[in-house]
């Protein structure tokens, strides 16, 4: 190890920025250097992409510039990560070779919209910044029809996101005055709202969407779109807006690098470690069993959770002390209902090694905690 050893952190998103906050938090550059690799310069709470959408948000007023991380001496490099040489301790990036002697992989999910036929021609991908303002556009002027909401894989991120969307595209129809003309059906192909949560949980989240008379359709796995067609296993839905939340896939790299099969995630347990020594992984990327056929969901809370756990750990270590964490599993998810309230998804993945979950009652408290949460993120981190 050099004098003053170097992590290196690759992605700049909840689980990178918490893991190098809370490095330097602890240690001054003096004792840990750090470097954070990301393609892009910005970070955004990935909630507020539901607040450009209904127009409470614009894209410019509501990312953090990663530049920032320089005010507390933690290096920022901005270029795309070609490869991870686990062996010989380097990241290879387009117009750079940078050696580590601790790496944290935090390099979140891809979406891949491609990998189900006639989804890029046919319908919008919620969760791509770039489509947020044509999506807006279209729930602005849409005056009847059918709009369809559909999980086209799982895991994906954030599993309430898409519920909230639905609600949130409910409030904006109500205030335009043709909700009664537009019909929102939710399709999924899991057999209950939110299989991670629970039934109980679930079963909330159903009243909750069918009391804004949004229909969920469970169990429909998407084979296909064709125009204002999706094409199920088993079925066929009509509709004339398609928003939907793609497949979910890791990096190249990571697949490159053997760290993941083809189309999994990098496996890991409560300590985030990879097989290669000093070589962590948090967030989006992994995945965490919690029993069995139950992963920890892909959400910025875990991610940020597991970046505290891999960072505590690695200051333990430079201080050659014993202590070890291990990542806690507890966090919360809100959801807003369009109504100027919110409720909280509580979760305590590895309470008894059971996991719990439940949910609050909507509140307009819980919505100014999500206000918060977002603001608090921005400023503690960049
Ligand atoms: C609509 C929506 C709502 C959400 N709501 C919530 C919520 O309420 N609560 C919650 O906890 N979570 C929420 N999430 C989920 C949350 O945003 C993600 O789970 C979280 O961002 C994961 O953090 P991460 O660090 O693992 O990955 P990310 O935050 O995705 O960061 C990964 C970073 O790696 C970079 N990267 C990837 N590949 C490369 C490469 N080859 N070279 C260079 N850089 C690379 C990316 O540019 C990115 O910045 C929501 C997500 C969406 C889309």
């Known amino acids: 190890m050099a004098n003053i050893p170097h992590v290196v952190i690759l992605g700049g998103g909840f689980g990178g920025l918490s893991a190098a906050n809370e490095l330097r938090n602890a240690l001054p550059s003096s004792q840990v250097k750090i470097t954070v690799i990301d393609k892009k310069d910005w970070f955004m709470v990935g909630f507020v992409k539901l607040w450009i959408i209904n127009g409470t948000r614009t894209f410019e007023n509501s990312t953090g510039s990663l530049n920032e991380l320089q005010k507390k001496e933690i290096?920022?490099?901005?270029?795309?990560?070609?490869?991870?040489?686990?062996?010989?301790?380097?990241?290879?990036?387009?117009?750079?070779?940078?050696?580590?002697?601790?790496?944290?992989?935090?390099?979140?999910?891809?979406l891949a919209p491609q990998r189900i036929p006639g989804l890029e021609q046919n319908g919008f991908n919620l969760y791509d910044h770039n489509h947020l303002l044509e999506i807006r556009k279209k729930l602005e002027s849409i005056e009847s029809g059918k709009i369809a909401i559909s999980i086209m894989g799982m895991p994906y991120k954030c599993p309430p996101a898409p519920f909230e969307a639905s609600l949130l595209i409910d409030s904006m129809l109500r205030k335009r005055g043709v909700r009664d003309s537009v019909q929102i059906d939710f399709y999924s192909p899991a057999p209950i709202t939110l299989?991670?949560?629970?039934?109980?949980?679930?079963?909330?989240?159903?009243?909750?969407?069918?009391?804004?008379?949004?229909?969920?359709?469970?169990?429909?796995?998407?084979?296909?779109?064709?125009?204002?067609?999706?094409?199920?296993?088993?079925?066929?839905?009509?509709?004339?807006?398609?928003?939907?939340?793609?497949?979910?896939?890791?990096?190249?790299?990571?697949?490159?690098?053997?760290?993941?099969?083809?189309?999994?995630?990098?496996?890991?347990?409560?300590?985030?470690?990879?097989?290669?020594?000093?070589?962590?992984?948090?967030?989006?990327?992994?995945?965490?069993?919690?029993?069995?056929?139950?992963?920890?969901?892909?959400?910025?809370?875990?991610?940020?959770?597991?970046?505290?756990?891999?960072?505590?750990?690695?200051?333990?270590?430079?201080?050659?002390?014993?202590?070890?964490?291990?990542?806690?599993?507890?966090?919360?998810?809100?959801?807003?209902?369009?109504?100027?309230?919110?409720?909280v998804i509580e979760v305590d993945m590895f309470s008894q090694s059971k996991p719990t979950t439940s949910l609050t009652e909507l509140t307009s408290d819980n919505l100014s905690k999500k206000i918060e949460f977002e603001k608090e993120r921005l400023s503690k981190w960049l």
């Not at 697949?255 to 948090?282: H, M, Q, W």
């Open 195 to 343: 299989p991670a949560a629970g039934l109980e949980v679930s079963k909330q989240i159903l009243e909750l969407v069918n009391s804004e008379q949004i229909v969920f359709h469970n169990s429909c796995k998407i084979k296909s779109v064709e125009s204002k067609k999706l094409i199920f296993e088993n079925s066929e839905a009509d509709f004339d807006l398609l928003l939907a939340v793609p497949p979910h896939i890791a990096p190249k790299v990571i697949y490159d690098s053997g760290l993941a099969k083809a189309s999994g995630f990098i496996p890991i347990d409560r300590d985030c470690k990879t097989p290669f020594e000093n070589v962590f992984a948090i967030g989006d990327v992994t995945s965490l069993t919690v029993v069995e056929n139950m992963a920890v969901p892909k959400a910025g809370i875990f991610a940020e959770g597991e970046g505290i756990t891999v960072a505590k750990n690695i200051i333990s270590k430079i201080q050659s002390k014993e202590e070890s964490v291990l990542f806690d599993g507890k966090g919360g998810c809100f959801i807003e209902s369009g109504r100027d309230t919110a409720s």
């Open 75 to 110: 290096d920022f490099i901005k270029d795309e990560i070609l490869s991870i040489n686990l062996e010989d301790k380097n990241v290879t990036t387009k117009t750079k070779e940078i050696s580590f002697d601790f790496l944290i992989i935090s390099m979140g999910a891809v």
